[in-house]
T-cell receptor, first 111, second 112 residues
């Protein structure tokens, strides 16, 4: 299995600001994924982040709002830009290493 | 787009009872996965299924990959209080890498 850590674990932010979430994996992985889980809801894929190429975004998510970096095979960041209360969610990174594993999530509250 | 219908939405059962939940889709999936999420945590993988008709067990948990590849079920036998949580099914397609489509979740409550 993979050990995935995320920072911060939670944050409370003001409207209009940006937050960068970090994801660190204990193994080298080709593909990393960022999911969003809105309050009381299921998980929705935001984008797929491959090392050495631009992230691929799902319908309804754009790079300007959720820029992603993938500088190496064990690390990725997701930025939530120009936040509004509707961005209040849990953001989870995920990797495939034989199976698909999830990090503990970052709980974001936007006031 | 692809959607998964997971049922039931919630269950309230007595400790010791068996539990069954399922997911259906109008689309075919190559893999079915079942996760459990505890409050404040990320989803934890319970069972992964890769072949139509496959029946796999993990302790008291049993899951099956439907023969049509459009459905899956998860059974929990002899439930215990630590089974409490939200269970999600997820379907995946090989040529979409690790992209998963998640069901809406089943919230399980177990009364001691």
């Amino acid at each position: 299995s993979a050990v995935i850590s995320q920072k911060p674990s939670r944050d409370i932010c003001q409207r209009g600001t940006s937050l960068t979430i970090q994801c660190q994996v204990d193994s080298q992985v080709t593909m990393m994924f960022w999911y969003r889980q809105q309050p009381g809801q299921s998980l929705t894929l935001i984008a797929t982040a491959n090392q050495g190429s631009e992230a691929t975004y799902e319908s309804g998510f754009v790079i300007d709002k959720f820029p992603i970096s993938r500088p190496n095979l064990t690390f990725s960041t997701l930025t939530v830009s120009n936040m509004s209360p509707e961005d209040s969610s849990i953001y989870l990174c995920s990797v495939v290493l034989n199976e698909q594993f999830f990090g503990p999530g970052t709980r974001l509250t936007v006031l | 787009g692809q959607q998964l219908n997971q049922s039931p939405q919630s269950m309230f059962i007595q400790e010791g009872e068996d539990v069954s939940m399922n997911c259906t889709s109008s689309s075919i999936f190559n893999t079915w996965l079942w996760y459990k999420q505890d409050p404040g945590e990320g989803p934890v993988l319970l069972i992964a299924l890769y072949k139509a008709g496959e029946l796999t067990s993990n302790g008291r948990l049993t899951a099956q990959f439907g023969i049509t590849r459009k459905d899956s079920f998860l059974n929990i036998s002899a439930s215990i209080p630590s089974d409490v949580g939200i269970y999600f099914c997820a379907g995946g397609i090989y040529n979409q890498g690790g992209k998963l489509i998640f069901g809406q979740g089943t919230e399980l409550s177990v009364k001691p």
